[in-house]
């Protein structure tokens, strides 16, 4: 999973469970129970005392309660779609992180203090449990960087460590089955605030501003067998601060800072080529992207002429269109993003200059 980040040079202020399934008929006669209670009791012996049960067949051996077919069990409740949920918070509040996830765990990587210092503090989030664990640092504290997912293994790439524009080659792998971290070949070019994403066996890194601040377009691709980079077909539109996710083995990248920061540009890996889409309705920055059953969801960012942003856009590659979609509960950008299980979970970023903690899933 990519995250995104606020832009580097400048500062902008903001403006400003039940329910559905199936009924399962109860006629019943007790001296000691009412109609009602008896019914509620039985029901809560088909769903089982732990909450998330969505129904327990009765024993056969059990002859207190009739014999439930399938067509009578219950059914949990119905999956709120377009909706957002708060989860734990992050134990440790930052912005210009990068994340990613691996099977039912996210991975918060880095980022910037509230005092502006660099980061290398890795934290996990057991998305079964809600619980945030701390994990092996990263060995280089940084910010602005970007990460991406091969098997069990984060790259994560580039970044900042003194100044928004001490960009920086440096990529680091971090392997979630031992809990251990290697260096690798570097970047071909010094990079920060770009974006990357897997598609394949490869890794894609795009865009960023180089040493002296100016956004780029340049398109490298990473070889973790081989342990090297090769430059591809440069992106249309330079641009930083960006967002990217895949889908349809495409790399859909999105926002950013150096063109109009509506741009939508698709790269296709097996002909090394790049597609302009339909652009988005606001230009942002600092966004974050995910792409969930071959949908793009860009989230939060900054709209240059307005501030800060709790907007969320779905874009419908079929289609060639966009759609609103439920906006957080409050505005954030430079988060960092990652996919679970169909959920998009976005964590951390920057709000009035404020760096959070504050964790939310959003249902698709």
């Known amino acids: 999973m990519r995250t995104n980040h606020r832009s580097p040079w400048a500062d902008i202020p903001a403006k400003r469970f039940f329910g559905g399934g199936r009924t399962l008929a109860l006629v019943l006669l007790a ?9 509620t009791s039985y029901y809560d012996k088909l769903r089982g005392s732990s909450s998330g049960n969505s129904g327990v067949q009765p024993s056969p051996a059990d002859n207190t309660s009739p014999a439930v077919h399938d067509s009578q069990v219950v059914q949990g409740p119905p999956v709120a779609h377009n909706t957002w949920a708060a989860k734990t918070s992050m134990p440790t509040a930052r912005y210009s992180l990068t994340s990613a996830s691996v099977g039912h765990v996210m991975y918060a990587i880095g980022g910037s203090d509230v005092n502006g210092n660099p980061l290398k503090t890795v ?19 940084r910010y602005g960087q970007t990460s991406a997912v091969i098997g069990n293994v984060i790259y994560v790439m580039g970044g900042v460590i003194n100044n928004p524009q001490d960009a920086r080659n440096i990529v680091e792998a971090y392997d979630t089955t031992t809990n251990s971290w290697t260096t690798k070949a570097s970047l071909p070019a010094l ?129 060639n269109t966009w759609a609103s979609k439920a906006s957080m509960s409050g505005s954030k950008f430079s988060m960092g993003i990652a996919l679970i299980d169909g959920l998009i979970y976005v964590m951390g970023g920057q709000s009035s200059h404020v760096p959070l903690a504050n964790v939310a899933a959003y249902t698709p």
């Open 31 to 39: 001296t000691s129970l009412t109609g009602c209670d008896l019914a």
């Open 191 to 319: 990079r920060a605030f770009g974006t990357s994403g897997a598609v394949g066996s490869l890794v894609y890194f795009v865009g960023g501003i180089d040493r002296f601040g100016t956004p780029q377009n340049t398109l490298y691709s990473y070889d973790p067998t081989a342990d090297s980079w090769s430059t591809k077909t440069s992106m249309p539109t330079a641009r930083a601060s960006l967002a990217s996710s895949v889908a349809g083995g495409l790399l859909y990248v999105v926002g950013g800072s150096g063109g109009t920061g509506t741009e939508v540009e698709a790269y296709q890996p097996s002909t090394n080529t790049w597609t302009t889409k339909a652009s988005m309705p606001l230009p942002r920055q600092s966004l974050a992207s995910a792409a969930v059953a071959g949908v793009v969801y860009t989230v939060g960012g900054i709209d240059p002429n307005t501030g800060e942003l709790d907007t969320v856009a779905a874009y419908t590659p079929g289609s």
């Open 123 to 141: 934290e996990t989030y057991d998305s079964a449990t809600g619980v945030w664990t701390s994990k092996t640092d990263m060995p280089t504290a």
